[in-house]
């Protein structure tokens, strides 16, 4: 048995708690289930006001925000591409997906995708905060995931001698898996 098991809740900080809420529920149907705000932070005892959002993603997921109106302005890891850090989001269909597109491109929010990971297909976009999301389709075919299961470790390993990307899974990106797993 595995010692964690669910993430309970993932945070980020957001530099407005009621806009990041209301966006959430309005682009993402994801309801805001709690707020807390404390003068402290439990557990450090520091003084340090915040407002803390709790975002339902769906299946027991929450997703939450800090907003730090003491702290110096919201900022990004400048060392780290912006596509790098995200949060990947499931939907459960190519409609869905294709309409949450829509959806957000409606409300003047820029979109890029579908790509084509060849297990799921996705859309790229960005909060009011700057935090990158991804909505996700699973296009799962039979075998994938046990091609994939097999190359995992021999993957890992030619990546950390020689920090090049190894081929044992191109299939997903170069559209063979089209032929393959059929």
């Given at each position: 048995?595995?010692?964690?098991?669910?993430?309970?809740?993932?945070?980020?900080?957001?530099?407005?708690?009621?806009?990041?809420?209301?966006?959430?529920?309005?682009?993402?149907?994801?309801?805001?289930?709690?707020?807390?705000?404390?003068?402290?932070?439990?557990?450090?005892?520091?003084?340090?006001?915040?407002?803390?959002?709790?975002?339902?993603?769906?299946?027991?997921?929450?997703?939450?925000?800090?907003?730090?109106?003491?702290?110096?302005?919201?900022?990004?890891?400048?060392?780290?591409p912006?596509?790098?850090?995200?949060?990947?989001?499931?939907?459960?269909?190519?409609?869905?997906?294709?309409?949450?597109?829509?959806?957000?491109?409606?409300?003047?929010?820029?979109?890029?995708?579908?790509?084509?990971?060849?297990l799921?297909?996705?859309?790229?976009?960005?909060?009011?905060?700057?935090?990158?999301?991804?909505?996700?389709?699973?296009t799962?075919?039979?075998?994938?995931?046990?091609?994939?299961?097999?190359?995992?470790?021999?993957?890992?390993?030619?990546?950390?001698?020689?920090?090049?990307?190894?081929?044992?899974?191109?299939?997903?990106?170069?559209?063979?898996?089209?032929?393959?797993?059929?």
């Amino acid at each position: 048995m595995s010692l964690v098991q669910k993430i309970h809740h993932v945070a980020y900080r957001c530099k407005d708690a009621l806009e990041t809420a209301r966006w959430y529920e309005k682009h993402l149907d994801m309801k805001l289930v709690l707020s807390i705000a404390e003068d402290a932070v439990p557990s450090t005892g520091a003084p340090d006001p915040y407002m803390h959002i709790f975002m339902d993603a769906g299946m027991g997921n929450v997703l939450a925000f800090f907003e730090l109106p003491t702290c110096a302005p919201m900022g990004r890891d400048e060392n780290t591409p912006n596509w790098t850090q995200h949060l990947a989001l499931e939907v459960d269909s190519m409609d869905t997906l294709m309409a949450a597109k829509a959806r957000l491109e409606a409300a003047g929010i820029e979109v890029i995708g579908p790509t084509d990971h060849a297990l799921f297909k996705s859309i790229y976009f960005f909060d009011p905060n700057g935090h990158r999301l991804e909505l996700a389709a699973n296009t799962l075919r039979p075998g994938m995931l046990e091609a994939l299961d097999e190359v995992k470790w021999d993957m890992l390993e030619e990546w950390a001698k020689t920090k090049k990307a190894p081929k044992h899974a191109a299939w997903m990106h170069d559209g063979s898996y089209v032929e393959m797993f059929k």
